[in-house]
Nanobody, 117 residues
């Protein structure tokens, strides 16, 4: 199993920046990809960005050019650098890992990001 712990959320003004961190533990050698998703009140959870074990990244159109996902394999940590934040970025952000041959999904507990206008 893989356990995930997020940190780094908070309150920021529009145009500001935040960096989220997600530390993985457990069967980290079996992780295929990690990513960030978010869920705003009354909305479905949506993909923000993903990164494979080989370093290939993918972004939602709404965050391209503003957010950057990266990973530090030595620390078993994935980061989400968020710049030029907008009020519509307000949501609970969840870290996700896909691991094992069965492609099992593991989720963190979520961290709140609030962007004020």
């Amino acid at each position: 199993q893989v356990q995930l712990v997020e940190s780094g959320g908070g309150l920021v003004q529009a145009g500001g920046s935040l960096r989220l961190s997600c530390a993985a533990s457990g069967s980290i050698f079996s992780i295929n990809a990690m990513g960030w998703y978010r869920q705003a009140p009354g909305k479905q959870r949506e993909l923000v960005a993903t990164i494979t074990s080989g370093g290939r990244s993918n972004y939602a159109d709404s965050v391209k050019g503003r957010f950057t996902i990266s990973r530090d394999n030595a620390k078993n940590t994935v980061y989400l650098e968020m710049n030029n934040l907008k009020p519509e970025d307000t949501a609970v952000y969840y870290c996700n890992a896909i691991y094992g041959s069965a492609l099992v999904a593991s989720w963190g507990q979520g961290t709140q990001v609030t962007v004020s206008s």
